[in-house]
């Protein structure tokens, strides 16, 4: 069914929402400069890594229209629907994931989530042993960045679902 169809009032899904502002239209140069960072701290690690980043963080901070979109782009880039399904779990499932992986989702919740207020010396001294230190600059600046693009959708109610792999690269 497209969204189009789920949005229909006699399909007996909920009605769509509305955004509630158009951030990027109204604060151009942030939007621009969200991307340029997004893209810079892309540069440092596997795109694999990054996108299961994205998607976990995304689930952490329930922001659908960032889950449309990452689940879209890791799908189109051949990631499996499999482990996209169990990334919520993943504590439950890690066999579907590498140990750099883990390693990599786990200091993610930790960034995320802040709920001691700092990130545990054994989460990070696991990234640590997976990822050199400018690789773990990179994933560090990836998870904030996923956080920052995660809160502006989240204030502003961007709607998810309309989202085309390859839209925003």
């Known amino acids: 069914m497209t969204t189009n169809e789920n ?10 929402h509305t955004p509630r502002l158009a951030w990027s239209q109204h604060a151009p140069d942030v939007y621009k400069a969200m991307a340029r ?19 976990r963080a995304s689930q952490l901070n329930h922001c659908a229209f960032c889950l449309d979109m990452h689940t879209k782009d890791a799908l189109a880039a051949g990631e499996s629907l499999e482990r996209i399904i169990q990334l919520s779990a993943w504590e439950e499932s890690q066999h579907f994931y590498t140990p750099k992986e883990i390693a990599a989702i786990e200091l993610t919740e930790a960034v995320t ?3 001691d207020g700092f990130v545990p010396d054994e989460v990070y001294a696991r990234a640590a042993k997976h990822f050199g230190e400018e690789e773990l600059a990179h994933l560090i600046a990836a998870i904030i ?7 502006f959708a989240v204030s502003t109610r961007m709607v998810p679902g309309h989202y085309t792999p390859g839209d925003h690269g």
């Open 7 to 16: 949005s229909n009032s006699t399909s007996g899904y909920c009605p769509e």
């Open 37 to 55: 960072l997004d893209a810079a701290s892309r540069r440092g690690i596997d795109p694999v890594i990054g996108e299961l980043v994205k998607i």
């Open 113 to 115: 989530v802040l709920t």
């Open 145 to 151: 960045t996923i956080n920052a693009w995660n809160r």
